[in-house]
């Protein structure tokens, strides 16, 4: 038998199976399956190689009912969706926060006059998004979160509809019911506190609701997906965000070596806080705006800035040697691999050559051909939460 004729010959055979169990209704040749589905995964590569073009959600814009596949990503920090534009890749975001007032007609008039994103339960108006920001401010203090440390928390009673809420800000019903949405969920915490499984069937089914056909991803996976199709999706993806660090060994992009630790930008700014003696709040200000991990630090803000990212990368980069050399999952790699950083906490400036020096400290059980930063590291997650949803849309 010539070679690949063995391989046609089941897929015949499985097709003339699926024709029997439907009863003689005609099923399409195999060919023709194997065709679509190489066209999608085109269209999704070709989508891998489109720029990002990144909004916030305006204030008073309804959210739109998507006409085609959706990428989520609801992370500590932000939720975004990404969907596919004919040149590019739109993403818009949301903070992912909420802030609660007291009922009251005056209050109520404020922020209906203002296009303040709020819903009322018992007797709280919850404020929502980038406007609960806004408020915090104002009241000089702390929003309040819906996920911690990756996961829906716990201490907050109302976070699920939070969440919602958030999405919903963003997100219609999509115009053809049962659309793919593929959203982000962490890999277990290595030092596990919390279930993943609950915070993936939460969002699950209020997707469900939605009428959405809803999938998830692995966060690493999502970096490895939106940025190494070059690579045949083969390296290590890893998401730096404000609860996490997320790590995913992908090879020929099957996700081989999932996992995360429950550290990222929220433990920098608490712990340099605590340093310094600042409130967290403003720590993450001067961090987003100013911070810069080259040379010698110039204060003692930075010097507590740079004292806890080396923290952070040692300890990621030491789970990485702990976690890949113990993994009985680990592929036999001829070649060096890729590693690619995105999330908001890979994205102070010099955050890269650093993460190299570090990682010179260490031995991998696999060579390491580069280390880059993803082209849009706060959309990164959402943009290849999208190609996987175009890959597994019907
Ligand atoms: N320019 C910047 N420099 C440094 N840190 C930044 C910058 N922009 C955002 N961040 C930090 O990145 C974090 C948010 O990143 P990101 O949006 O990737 O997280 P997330 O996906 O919401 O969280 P997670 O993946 O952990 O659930 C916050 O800690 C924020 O302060
Ligand atoms: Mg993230």
Redesign the pocket.
């Known amino acids: 038998m010539p070679e690949g004729e063995d391989l046609k010959d089941l897929q015949e055979r499985l097709a003339e199976l699926k024709r029997q169990e439907l009863g003689g209704v005609n099923v399409p040749p195999m060919d023709a399956d194997i065709k679509q589905e190489v066209t999608k995964m085109e269209r999704a590569t070709e989508a891998s190689h489109k720029p990002v073009v990144a909004k916030e959600r305006e204030i008073g814009k309804l959210a739109e009912s998507p006409s085609g596949p959706v990428g989520l ?1 609801v ?4 939720i975004v969706i990404a969907k596919n534009e004919t040149n590019h890749i739109q993403t818009i975001k949301q903070l ?1 926060a909420f802030f609660t007032i007291p009922k009251s007609k005056f209050a109520k008039k404020i922020l209906s006059n203002n296009d303040i994103l709020y819903y009322e339960l018992d007797d709280l108006f919850y404020i929502i998004g980038y406007s609960a920001d806004n408020f915090a401010n104002m009241f000089n203090t702390n929003t309040r979160r819906s ?1 911690k440390k ?1 996961l829906i928390s716990t201490d907050e009673k109302e976070g699920i509809s939070v969440i919602q809420a958030a999405v919903l800000s963003l997100l219609n019903r999509p115009k053809r019911f049962g659309e793919t949405i593929c959203f982000a969920i ?1 890999g277990d915490p290595l030092h596990g506190n919390g279930s993943v499984m609950y915070h993936e069937s939460i969002i699950k089914r209020f997707l469900g609701h939605m009428g959405y056909t809803p999938i998830s991803v692995n ?1 690493g996976m999502t970096v490895v997906l939106s940025e190494l199709s070059n690579e045949d999706h083969t390296g290590i993806g890893i ?6 660090c ?1 790590v995913c060994l992908s090879y020929l992009s099957f996700p081989v070596i999932t996992y995360s630790l429950q550290i ?3 433990y920098i ?1 608490s712990m340099v806080g605590q340093s310094v003696g600042e409130p967290a709040t403003k720590i ?1 200000r001067i ?2 705006n100013e ?1 810069d991990l080259s040379g010698e630090p110039k204060d003692r803000v930075m010097t507590a800035f740079h004292i806890f990212y080396d923290d952070l990368i040692n300890k990621l980069i030491e789970s990485l040697q702990r976690v890949l050399s113990s993994s009985d999952q680990m592929p036999m790699i001829a070649t060096p691999i890729p590693i690619v950083l995105s ?3 890979a ?2 400036k010099s955050f890269t050559e650093r993460f190299v020096k570090t990682l010179k400290n260490y031995k991998l059980p696999v060579e390491i051909s580069s280390v880059r930063l993803a082209d849009d ?2 959309n990164t ?1 959402a943009k290849g939460a999208l190609i996987m949803a175009m890959t597994e849309a019907e």
């Open positions: 990503d992370g500590t920090t932000h992912n996920i990756g962490p966060e998401s730096l965000g404000g609860g996490m997320n990222g930008g929220d700014d993450k961090k987003e911070l999330g908001g906490t994205m102070p590291p706060l997650t």
